[in-house]
């Protein structure tokens, strides 16, 4: 059982940066792949980036790319995503992923086990 604890939301202007954090707390990420979905009000839950924790390699969502950064802190055993250039479309909760997608299903949620609970994010002037 991995539980998933998210960090770093909050409130900010338009073109700001947040860094967002998720750690697996009792245990490691392993050989899971790491992701980080959003979900805005009326709208599915959609996929933002991801990783595999022990092979690398990042897979990121054409919304976010150029501006989003997803990365491993491996001291600290988490993931994090650092948000650049925020627009008002970035506003949702962002939640934390862990399973074993296959290349072809890293940005469906089914392939993912664990979630965390969500951190809001709010880009607004």
């Known amino acids: 059982q991995v539980q998933l604890v998210e960090s770093g939301g909050g409130l900010m202007q338009p073109g700001g940066s947040l860094r967002l954090s998720c750690a697996a707390s009792?245990?490691?990420?392993?050989?899971?792949?790491v992701a980080w979905f959003r979900q805005s009000p009326g709208k599915e839950r959609e996929f933002v980036a991801s990783?595999?924790?022990?092979?690398?390699?990042?897979w990121y969502a054409t919304a976010v790319k150029g501006r989003f950064s997803i990365s491993r802190d491996r001291a600290m055993g988490a993931v994090t995503l650092q948000m650049n250039n925020l627009r008002p479309e970035d506003t949702a909760v962002y939640y934390c992923?862990?399973?074993?997608?296959?290349?072809?299903?890293?940005?469906?949620?089914?392939?993912?086990?664990?979630w965390g609970q969500g951190t809001r994010v709010t880009v607004s002037s």
């Open positions: 992923a862990a399973g074993s997608p296959i290349a072809s299903t890293m940005q469906t949620t089914g392939a993912y086990y664990y």
């Open positions: 009792g245990s490691t990420f392993g050989d899971y792949a």
């Open positions: 990783l595999r924790w022990s092979a690398g390699g990042t």
